[in-house]
């Protein structure tokens, strides 16, 4: 999605990856925030916990 | 008129300071009337006062006006379906209110940018824009009269009714008009002479006055319709009202219906003016013309999409407040006989969201830069259209014996599961996203970024697109199909927040991104005459919409005037068919086009000046459009 | 051709086509609440039962949500006589009922009394009913309605109706029937009672033999060819049996259903 020059590809991967787990911890953490908020806790692995 | 040419520099904070102050001033003072006028309980004799289950003051009914008690003859019956006549003459007030407390708004905001970045063409536009809405306010003081004089004429009993619970609130209102007549025509006739310095402080503020005036407007006329649907402040047992103005109109649905015609609104303004855009476009004569509508059409296109994605999340809370009220209205909504309505609604849903993607993507031929994004279409219009094929699919439908047999059961094997809300939010969510995705590679595709996170922050951005439809597809399929009731309901808001993160993330990013950006040429007017046809579909889709959802807020009350209060024992007192629905919502439709061409042309009209009629007649009274 | 005239006919045929979607989809009209007076001294109990049955799934609204799609108890699936008397006797039953009678009656007044595991308003932890009051707009069931329900309730399991004909006179009810009433599906015995199967075959304890012996079909024929016995007996009669197996047009497909999950049930499976 950019026009800059190329980094060098291990930085790359690099910058992907971190974003990619931020993205997943963001919303895993939004998950059980949002569900508890509700009266619905959930368990570690996102099962319902009632 | 003298106008100032140098703007005088006159601080900041207290401009706004005055500005938001008088605003804020006359916006309480307008509300506060509404709120309490009213003749409080003491006004109507004597009263014995004790309290009730619920400790608030009940009293002894007998003296108040209790909820009447109607037969068949009690109601006028003028030969034509009285229920016919209010749904049309209403119908087309709600529309023609819609447009004209949606327009200032966005006209407001507009000019505001205009003022800020110091360019003309964003004020013209603004200008333009209520050129279209002052028309417009007439026909809708028009409907809403008569409007009331039918109501009084074939429903004098439920009109008496009401006006013993709203009392003088309804003076308030008529004279709240008066107000938005004066700032209206004060803000529109006097654009040109409050044009720059202080007196464009003067003028926004006008403006900023009309829109207090207008919400307050809109939000005491909801409370007619919410106290309808689900009233409050009423003695249980007669009916009579033993509440004061606040009570009565502080119901349940109250906000909920606010929030969700306040953001529809301005959705629909938008779609209609870029339907005056569209139409002025194809009419254009010189390239000038034909740029300036297409960026007025592009700038509706941007508002109606943009108050279009947080509506659904204004709808679901509607309904999830009927639901809290009333589990019978709620399921009688969305689970029993109006439930088909739902799946018109996403026909005419999915017609609007490709409506509006359809003209980004045509739109994207302005900018070369948008040859980098081109690839992406194909795959969000997969989207849109698997998207739009699930949400229409029903749970149940009517089968022959002969045809349940074939089908193994009494739901499609495969279909049925797609019917129901978990797949539905699914649908949707990813629609929104696809939507608002056409909108980001819109902005971007006019601009080279130059940034130098830029690899951080489209990594950041690409990833929570992926993880956000993951984490919508696996909350609807694992909650939806795999758990109870409460955690499946639950577990839209984890698809409604997950789709509100990309879009405010969306925006945040970008605006980081985009500072020093270069920006490529963009070539308004430079656009196919077939993409202005999305600008038609636009409005007429959200026209039909609206009026078909007007229906449904209507009729779920059933046979009651006044939910559970006053019983509706008139001739209409049934559900009508699909088929008479769908006539009477394509009449005002049709109705509200007329209208709407009739506004566009006196719009026109009023720009053109015909010239004096010369004797040496090569071309006796030309006519120049201005 | 001109740009006024293309606009026109695109959103003309626009606004018909949105139109014309409504005229593909399934038409039903909502009746309109009509008003009925029951004389009490002609109601038999059959007829007070039947009276209840109609409530249930006309202006009591109660197959609104007490079906098979899990938002409330689907009474019709189960023996309400007996669940009535397992919900008092848990421990968590703070109600004041004794018997079957009782609760279903508190039920309907005071929804909230004892709250279903599972069934309760989201986040209140069933603590909190999301029925409301029957007795209450916009239900507003009168004592005499309510009555005939639990006794619609009580009979459909076969068990005895405890609830008494009413006998006030001088007193005329208007039992309305607010909202059209989908085909409700009563108990698989009912089902297969009212199509008369057992003067025919061997199921509930009859012993005809006119017809297959349908306690054991689960073993000799699938699902598929049990419901297609049923929808079309011509295609499907052989066996050696000589009288002809009548058609059942009326028959609902949520009958036909109960039926073939009853029959392709195991024996001792079946309730």
Same mark, same amino acid.
């Given at each position: 999605m950019s026009e800059t020059t190329q980094p060098k590809k291990a930085g790359q991967i690099t910058t992907w990856l971190v974003a990619i787990l931020v993205a997943l911890a963001a919303f895993y953490l939004m998950n059980h925030a949002v569900m508890s908020m509700q009266g619905l806790p959930l368990n570690w692995n996102l099962t319902p916990a009632q | 008129m003298m106008m100032f040419a140098i703007p005088i520099r006159i601080s900041l904070a207290r401009h706004l300071g005055t500005l938001l102050a008088t605003a804020a001033l006359i916006g309480f003072v307008c509300f506060g009337f509404a709120a309490t006028a009213s003749a409080q309980p003491g006004d109507r004799g004597t009263l014995i006062v004790f309290a009730d289950e619920q400790g608030a003051a009940s009293t002894n009914a007998a003296s108040l006006l209790p909820a009447p008690v109607l037969q068949r003859d009690d109601y006028p019956n003028i030969g034509v379906s009285s229920r016919s006549i209010v749904w049309v003459i209403a119908q087309m007030h709600l529309f023609f209110g819609a447009l004209v407390l949606a327009v200032p708004i966005f006209v407001l905001v507009i000019e505001i940018i205009g003022f800020r970045t110091g360019d003309d063409r964003y004020d013209d536009m603004a200008h333009e824009f209520m050129k279209v809405s002052l028309t417009a306010y007439a026909i809708t003081a028009l409907f809403g009269g008569t409007l009331a004089l039918a109501l009084f004429l074939l429903y004098p009993h439920l009109m008496t009714y009401l006006m013993s619970a709203f009392g003088s609130q309804v003076l308030v209102y008529a004279g709240l008009f008066f107000l938005e007549s004066m700032l209206l025509y004060i803000y529109y006739y006097?654009?040109?002479?409050?044009?720059?310095?202080?007196?464009?402080?003067?003028?926004?503020?006008?403006? $900023?006055?009309?829109?207090? /005036?207008?919400?307050?407007?809109?939000? /005491?006329?909801?409370?007619?319709?919410?106290?309808?649907?689900?009233?409050?402040?009423?003695?249980?047992?007669?009916?009579?009202?033993?509440?004061?103005?606040?009570?009565?109109?502080?119901?349940?649905?109250?906000?909920? %219906?606010?929030?969700?015609?306040?953001?529809?609104?301005?959705?629909?303004?938008?779609?209609?003016?870029?339907?005056?855009?569209?139409?002025?476009?194809?009419?254009?004569?010189?390239?000038?013309?034909?740029?300036?509508?297409?960026?007025?059409?592009?700038?509706?296109?941007?508002?109606?999409?943009?108050?279009?994605?947080?509506?659904?999340?204004?709808?679901?809370?509607?309904?999830?407040?009927?639901?809290?009220?009333?589990?019978?209205?709620?399921?009688?909504?969305?689970?029993?006989?109006?439930?088909?309505?739902?799946?018109?609604?996403?026909?005419?849903?999915?017609?609007?969201?490709?409506?509006?993607?359809?003209?980004?993507?045509?739109?994207?031929?302005?900018?070369?830069?948008?040859?980098?994004?081109?690839?992406?279409?194909?795959?969000?219009?997969?989207?849109?259209?698997?998207?739009?094929?699930?949400?229409?699919?029903?749970?149940?439908?009517?089968?022959?014996?002969?045809?349940?047999?074939?089908?193994?059961?009494?739901?499609?094997? /495969?279909?049925?599961? $797609?019917?129901?809300?978990?797949?539905?939010?699914?649908?949707?969510? %990813?629609?929104?996203?696809?939507?608002?995705?056409?909108?980001?590679?819109?902005?971007?595709?006019?601009?080279?970024?130059?940034?130098?996170?830029?690899?951080?922050?489209?990594?950041?951005?690409?990833?929570?697109?992926?993880?956000?439809?993951?984490?919508?597809?696996?909350?609807?399929?694992?909650?939806?199909?795999?758990?109870?009731?409460?955690?499946?309901?639950?577990?839209?808001?984890?698809?409604?927040?997950?789709?509100?993160?990309?879009?405010?993330?969306? /925006?945040?990013?970008?605006?980081?991104?985009?500072?020093?950006?270069?920006?490529?040429?963009?070539?308004?007017?430079?656009?196919?005459?077939?993409?202005?046809?999305?600008?038609?579909?636009?409005?007429?889709?959200?026209?039909? %919409?609206?009026?078909?959802?007007?229906?449904?807020?209507?009729?779920?009350?059933?046979?009651?005037?006044?939910?559970?209060?006053?019983?509706?024992?008139?001739?209409?007192?049934?559900?009508?068919? %699909?088929?008479?629905?769908?006539?009477?919502?394509?009449?005002?439709?049709?109705?509200?086009?007329?209208?709407?061409?009739?506004?566009?042309w006196i719009a026109n009209l009023s720009g053109t000046r015909q010239l004096p009629i010369t004797v040496d007649a090569a071309s006796p009274g030309a006519r120049v459009s201005a | 051709m001109n740009v006024l005239v293309k606009t026109l006919l695109f959103s003309v045929t626009l606004v018909l086509a949105f139109g014309g979607v409504t005229y593909m989809l399934p038409q039903m009209e909502g009746p309109a609440p009509e008003q009925r007076v029951i004389n009490i001294d002609d109601l038999t109990m059959e007829s007070f039962i039947a009276i209840g049955e109609n409530l249930y799934s006309g202006k009591g609204t109660c197959a609104l949500c007490h079906n098979e799609f899990g938002r409330a108890p689907d009474m019709l699936a189960f023996n309400v006589t007996e669940v009535s008397l397992q919900r008092i006797a848990d421990p968590s039953y703070e109600g004041s009922a004794i018997d079957a009678e009782g609760y279903l009656r508190e039920s309907m007044l005071q929804p909230s009394a004892f709250v279903v595991a599972g069934f309760g308003t989201k986040g209140s932890n069933d603590s909190e009913s999301p029925m409301s009051a029957i007795d209450k707009a916009p239900v507003q069931l009168s004592t005499l309605e309510i009555d005939a329900i639990i006794a619609f309730l009580q009979d459909k399991d076969g068990e005895p109706v405890s609830v008494p004909l009413p006998v006030a006179k001088a007193e005329s009810i208007a039992a309305a029937r607010a909202l059209p009433s989908p085909a409700v599906p009563q108990s698989p015995e009912d089902v297969i009672a009212r199509y008369g199967c057992a003067a025919c075959h061997s199921i509930l304890g009859s012993q005809a033999t006119l017809g297959p012996d349908l306690n054991d079909i689960a073993a000799r024929r699938s699902a598929a060819e049990i419901r297609e016995s049923i929808a079309n007996p011509a295609a499907t009669a052989g066996d050696g049996f000589i009288v002809k197996m009548p058609e059942y047009p009326d028959m609902t497909i949520a009958e036909l259903e109960m039926i073939v999950a009853y029959l392709t049930a195991a024996a001792d499976d079946r309730t």
């Open positions: - | 006097g654009w040109n002479a409050l044009r720059y310095g202080n007196r464009k402080w003067v003028h926004l503020t006008l403006g $900023l006055l009309l829109n207090a /005036v207008g919400t307050t407007l809109l939000v /005491v006329a909801n409370s007619w319709t919410t106290f309808m649907m689900a009233p409050s402040g009423f003695d249980a047992e007669t009916g009579a009202i033993v509440g004061n103005i606040w009570e009565v109109m502080k119901g349940p649905l109250w906000n909920p %219906l606010n929030l969700h015609r306040f953001i529809a609104n301005i959705a629909f303004g938008g779609a209609v003016v870029g339907a005056y855009a569209a139409f002025r476009f194809l009419s254009a004569k010189s390239a000038a013309e034909r740029a300036h509508y297409d960026w007025m059409g592009y700038t509706s296109n941007f508002i109606a999409i943009l108050a279009f994605l947080p509506l659904p999340f204004a709808g679901y809370w509607l309904t999830a407040e009927i639901y809290a009220y009333s589990q019978q209205m709620g399921m009688l909504a969305m689970g029993g006989i109006l439930a088909w309505l739902f799946v018109i609604q996403a026909v005419l849903i999915g017609a609007i969201l490709l409506a509006g993607n359809y003209y980004l993507w045509t739109g994207m031929a302005r900018s070369e830069g948008s040859a980098r994004y081109r690839w992406a279409i194909k795959y969000i219009a997969t989207v849109l259209i698997l998207g739009f094929l699930v949400w229409v699919t029903p749970h149940n439908v009517i089968y022959t014996t002969a045809e349940a047999i074939k089908l193994g059961g009494r739901n499609h094997p /495969v279909l049925g599961p $797609l019917g129901i809300m978990p797949a539905k939010n699914i649908a949707v969510f %990813l629609m929104l996203i696809g939507t608002f995705l056409s909108f980001q590679l819109y902005r971007r595709a006019d601009k080279v970024i130059t940034v130098s996170w830029q690899g951080w922050g489209n990594a950041l951005m690409t990833s929570i697109y992926i993880v956000a439809v993951l984490n919508i597809i696996f909350a609807g399929v694992y909650y939806g199909y795999f758990t109870n009731t409460v955690y499946k309901v639950g577990s839209s808001v984890i698809q409604v927040m997950s789709t509100l993160v990309v879009i405010v993330v969306g /925006v945040v990013i970008d605006s980081l991104m985009f500072r020093g950006a270069r920006t490529l040429r963009v070539s308004w007017g430079r656009v196919t005459n077939r993409s202005q046809y999305a600008l038609f579909a636009l409005p007429i889709a959200f026209t039909w %919409l609206m009026a078909l959802m007007g229906y449904v807020r209507s009729s779920v009350r059933t046979h009651w005037h006044v939910y559970t209060v006053m019983r509706d024992n008139s001739a209409d007192n049934f559900i009508p068919t %699909l088929q008479t629905v769908g006539n009477m919502v394509t009449l005002v439709t049709l109705l509200f086009l007329a209208f709407l061409l009739f506004i566009f | -």
